[in-house]
C-alpha cells in the first residue's frame, strides 16, 4: 500500500485478514488507504468506514462520515439513524432527535428509529412524572393550589408521554421487546387508559 496502489482484490483480502482477527484498527487502516489510493471506490469505502465505526462504536469518526453520506444519499434513512444513534451516545439527545425524526420522515416504519426516539421521548415524561408526584407528596401541608399545579404538571406530562406512543406502537409490532412493552405499560397506566395498560402486562 506504501509503494503504490494494489488492485481492487488486494485490499479485500487486507481487509478479511483482520476483520477475522477481529482487529478493528487494522480494518480501518485498510479503509482509508483504499480511500486514498483509489478515488473511484471512495464512496464504496465511505460506506465501509460507516458501518465499522458504528459497530465499534466509535461514534465522533461516525458523525463527518454521517454527514458525507447523507449529503450524497439524501433519501436514505440508515444515514440520519447512525447520525441519530451517534449524538445520542455522546449525549447530544436535541440533536439526536432531530436526527431520529429525519430518518422516520424518510421511514415511517424503520423498528429501530422509532424505537429510540419514542424511549427518549417517554422516560423524559415519565421522569419529570415521577418528579412532579415527589414533589407535590413531600410538602408537608399541600394547598389547594398546590393541588391544582400539580396536576396541571402530570397532565402536561401526560400529553409528553402521549406523544411517545405512536412510535413505541410502531417498534412494537415490528421487533417486539421488553423495554417497549414495559414504556407502553406504564404510558397507558399513568395516563388513566388501564384497559389498554393490561394488554402490555
Known sequence: MEMGTPGPSFYSKCLAIYKSEKDVNGQE???LAKKKNMPHEYRKVVKS????YMNSKQFEKLLPVCDELIEWY?????YHYFKAVSYQQLNDIESAKTEYRKAIELKPDDASS???LGMILFLKANSDF???IKSYESLAKPTNDDYQKSKQKLTVYRKKMREAEPMLLIAYKAKPNKNVKN???????KCKDYKTAKEYK
Open 29 to 31: 487502516f485498510v479503509l
Open 49 to 52: 468506514l460507516s458501518y465499522l
Open 74 to 78: 439524501p433519501s436514505n434513512h440508515k
Open 114 to 116: 422509532n424505537m429510540n
Open 130 to 132: 415521577e418528579e412532579a
Open 183 to 189: 414504556a407502553l405499560y406504564n404510558l397507558y397506566y
